[in-house]
């Protein structure tokens, strides 16, 4: 019996998915429940997965005029109702069992599993249904050049 290659799998799969970002298919529209849970802990769990190339120009509108992310997140060092995002990409490296870009995903889809210390459950609880996949690898894109 043939098995087909594991790059190949993993190709295929970050086409499939770049494709529905691309046609600005929401996550949570394509997949059903229990596989959107399957997906977060199998892709955003993976800390060697192959983050999609986002655009970080995009991430900044998206930061500061759709998702308004900038009333609780500073880029000038301040806290404020969240943590600031000035120095974000410095101040996670070395995250155990995560990278960056995953803690960051993780944070952003499941806001309330990876709190900051010292800091409540603010953020939208919405964002797995209401961002493309392309939107959050923009956002993320933006936030790693903090």
Known sequence: M???HPILIGVSAVLLLGGLAAAGVSFASYVGDA???SYKVGWYGDPN???LP???VR???LYSEELDCYVCHTLSGEDSVGPTFA???ERLE???GYSVETYLAESIINPCNNLVPGYNCAMPQDYAEELTLTDLNDLI???MTQ
Do not use: I, S
């Open 35 to 37: 596989q959107r849970q």
């Open 59 to 61: 991430g900044y509108q």
């Open 54 to 56: 986002g655009d970080p």
């Open 141 to 143: 894109a933006f936030l």
């Open 94 to 96: 070395g995250l155990q």
């Open 49 to 51: 997965r192959v983050v």
């Open 2 to 4: 043939n098995k087909a």
């Open 87 to 89: 120095g974000l990409g």
